[in-house]
């Protein structure tokens, strides 16, 4: 009798769940505020929470004489991000950015248009598995394969060498700005690995924008005496445009913030992720570490709202 006690009978337990089930689907406000309760509150204290405390820390300074963080509200840690060095360390990186995103729409969208429009299911498939594969594997795996690759004595300068092209990997390795030592410490190799590593971000989005091109709108095209170049250049790659918006906002915004391979493949030539990097560890300047992270984040504004206006969103 003590355990049919403590324990409540099933039917009991059945009837608090109808009670509650119907409680909640009479108040349909509060059904969606206890859904949303949980992502809002991790979203606002630890996502928001933790942007703020980033921003707050960029209106502080370090005292060059004590090295200690003065929690005083100023603007000399943005003066200081003015500098030449650091700006050039901000345009470096966006260059390298918008180079690679520029590059990986020029590559992606003639594969894309291919499995849009002409490839078969199967090998459409096949091709979807080649474009992710890599994404299987783990990023830093991925980026020092590059780097034995791209080295000296690697698989590429050595088939440049067996084609008697030896010569333009040495034009390249000496022209200022993209040069180096080798590709493997270089701008054009650390460029050659980013858009590797971010194109599958490109290709995907723009398969998407161009699945949704409607077929009849090429027909009327065609029926209407349009070449298969007119059509492609007035309805079709303004229809794709958002795709190739969508996949550049992945393209434009990981190089941003990527610090493992300029770090791997560039030389003393710092980029944003670097130069927070080395600021925030064995510098200890974290504002001037928090304030360089507010330039990506104001690129990224500047991009998204042109991106929106392209439509890039409803390709995502």
Do not use: C
């Amino acid at each position: 009798m003590a355990e049919k006690a403590a324990y409540p009978a099933p039917a009991a337990t059945a009837s608090r769940g109808r009670r509650l089930a119907t409680y909640l689907y009479r108040r349909p406000r509060l059904t969606l505020a206890l859904l949303l309760a949980p992502p809002l509150i991790w979203l606002g204290a630890a996502y928001l929470g933790a942007l703020l405390a980033l921003l707050m820390q960029s209106f502080f300074h370090l005292d060059d004489f004590t090295g200690q963080v003065v929690r005083r509200f100023t603007l000399a840690t943005y003066r200081d991000l003015l500098t030449r060095a650091n700006f050039d360390i901000a345009v470096r990186t966006a260059t390298m950015a918008a180079l690679v995103s520029i590059a990986a729409a020029l590559l992606a969208f003639p594969l894309a248009y291919y499995m849009a429009r002409y490839a078969t299911p199967r090998i459409k498939t096949l091709l979807y598995l080649a474009i992710t594969m890599p994404l299987w594997s783990s990023y830093l795996v991925r980026v020092y394969a590059w780097k034995l690759i791209l080295a000296k004595e690697g698989i590429v300068t050595w088939v440049f060498e067996r084609l008697g092209l030896g010569g333009l990997i040495d034009l390249l390795l000496s022209t200022p700005a993209i040069g180096g030592p080798s590709l493997s410490v270089s701008a054009i190799g650390m460029f050659l690995v980013f858009l590797y590593v971010w194109l599958p971000y490109m290709i995907l989005p723009i398969v998407a924008a161009l699945e949704r091109v409607p077929r009849s709108l090429l027909e009327a095209s065609s029926d209407l005496g349009a070449r298969p170049g007119a059509t492609f250049r007035n309805v079709m790659l303004p229809l794709a445009l958002p795709g190739v918006a969508a996949g550049s906002i992945f393209t434009f915004s990981l190089t941003l913030g990527d610090f493992i391979i300029p770090g791997t493949f560039g030389n003393s030539s710092l980029f944003i992720g670097q130069a927070v990097l080395t600021l925030q560890g064995s510098s200890g300047n974290i504002p001037l570490a928090a304030a360089f992270t507010v330039v990506p984040m104001l690129i990224m504004a500047v991009y998204l709202l042109g991106a929106r206006k392209l439509g890039a969103f409803e390709a995502l």
